[in-house]
């Protein structure tokens, strides 16, 4: 079964520590969530799994391959795509050619295997109807489900997610909801989301960071209940949660 394991990764920047000494595995089938403050390292840690960052130490493997010093191609290519938190999209290609690229460099299918692709995957995330659009055109919703749609056509077996519903109006949110649980099967999602009901309804674990620390990582339901994080999440003042 594939896995991505993370072994006492850190990183700093100067004399912060974005990034400490976190311990963590992904296996496919499984959808984790990633919740945290602002400034707790969540974005740093997806730029870590997907080789934007190097960590300072620590340990990147999938399965048996340390992928800790490989460049972004090379470890969406062994099968790690992320779907960053600000849409990286090429305003001058059409939704459909902003799709074929990651399925002919990322997935390594041919031409006419990526346009076939792209036509499945962006079915899948409901921008078929807007295939020949330009990427500039789209609105909010459209942005994040091409973010999510790149990251698709790469077949990753380890897929991030960083902030896809961000911004996004509560019946939109429910759609991204339906959307991840639908992929679920033969990937393993990492989800980080300011949202916990959205996390709630597609990850049946949950992990928490705060300060760099990796602090909770369990059952969804487990983690949820805890004193602290209801403090922190609900208002509930920690002995009340208890
Ligand atoms: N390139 C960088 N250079 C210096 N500091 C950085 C850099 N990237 C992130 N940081 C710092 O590292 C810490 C963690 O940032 P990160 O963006 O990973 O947090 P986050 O949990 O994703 O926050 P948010 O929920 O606000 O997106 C913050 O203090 C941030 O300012």
């Not at 997935?107 to 006419?112: E, I, K, R, Y």
């Not at 792209?118 to 919703?141: F, H, T």
């Not at 990796?214 to 920690?238: E, H, I, R």
Request: proline share 5%; hydrophobic share 50%; net charge neutral.
């Amino acid at each position: 079964m594939t896995q991505l394991t993370l072994q006492g990764v850190t990183r700093r920047f100067g004399v912060l520590t974005a990034v400490d000494a976190v311990d963590l595995s992904l296996r496919v089938g499984e959808c984790v969530g990633l919740i945290g403050p602002n400034g707790a390292g969540k974005s740093t840690l997806l730029a870590l799994m997907v080789g934007d960052l190097r960590p300072t130490s620590g340990q990147i493997s999938l399965n048996d391959t340390v992928v800790t010093r490989l460049p972004v191609p090379a470890r969406v290519r062994a099968g790690i795509a992320r779907a960053a938190q600000i849409p990286q999209i090429f305003d001058r290609l059409t939704v459909s050619e902003s799709v074929r690229l990651p399925a002919l460099y990322g997935a390594g299918l041919s031409d006419t295997q990526a346009r076939a692709e792209a036509a499945i995957v962006l079915e899948r995330c409901g921008l078929a109807d807007k295939a020949q659009a330009y990427a500039s055109a789209l609105g909010l919703l459209d942005r994040k489900r091409l973010e999510l749609a790149k990251a698709l056509a790469a077949r990753p077996r380890i897929l991030l997610l960083d902030e896809i519903a961000a911004g996004l109006t509560e019946p939109e949110v429910e759609e991204m909801v339906v959307l991840v649980k639908s992929l679920r099967d033969d990937r393993a999602i990492l989800w980080v989301e300011h949202i916990p009901m959205a996390l709630r309804e597609a990850c049946e674990r949950l992990i928490v960071m705060e300060r760099g620390v990796k602090t909770l990582d369990g059952p969804f339901a487990q983690v949820w209940s805890d004193p602290g994080l209801q403090a922190v999440y609900m208002g509930v003042p920690g002995d009340a949660a208890a």
